[in-house]
């Protein structure tokens, strides 16, 4: 299923889910360097500071966040459509390899024949 023009136009230059998550990187590190101006150290500056940058996100990036579910859900659509691209010759190759098969039993099987015959 091909992507509608109003997702083709939102996909136009980086891509939507490397964006989202730099967003979020970026809500971490402010995140924790306001924690840590706070005075705040150990394993509790940064447990607190991915809480905040977890619910500033949520807040924050719902746009960011539905174009990369977006690009992300048609990726998927893409991939179970099947391959984008077809080799003309991939066919041609698969039957060549097919007879080969049916001819090499074939051949096998007029041995066992004439083998039983004696």
Same mark, same amino acid.
Do not use: K, N
């Given at each position: 299923?091909?992507?509608t023009a109003a997702a083709r136009i939102a996909y136009r230059g980086p891509v939507? @889910? !490397?964006v989202y998550? *730099?967003?979020r990187l970026g809500l971490f !590190? !402010? *995140?924790l360097l306001v924690l840590f101006w706070l005075h705040l150290g150990g394993w509790l500056l940064v447990l607190l *500071? *991915? @809480?905040l940058a977890w619910a500033l996100s949520y807040v924050l990036l719902g746009r960011s966040r539905d174009r990369a579910a977006?690009?992300?859900s048609d990726r !998927?659509?893409?991939r179970r459509a099947g391959p984008r691209v077809v080799d003309p010759d991939a066919a041609a190759e698969d039957a060549e390899v097919e007879d080969a098969e049916v001819e090499d039993a074939a051949d096998e099987d007029e041995r066992g024949e004439s083998g039983h015959a004696e």
């Open positions: 299923m091909r992507p939507p @889910l !490397v998550s *730099a967003q !590190v !402010v *995140a *500071a *991915a @809480l977006l690009w992300l !998927v659509e893409a």
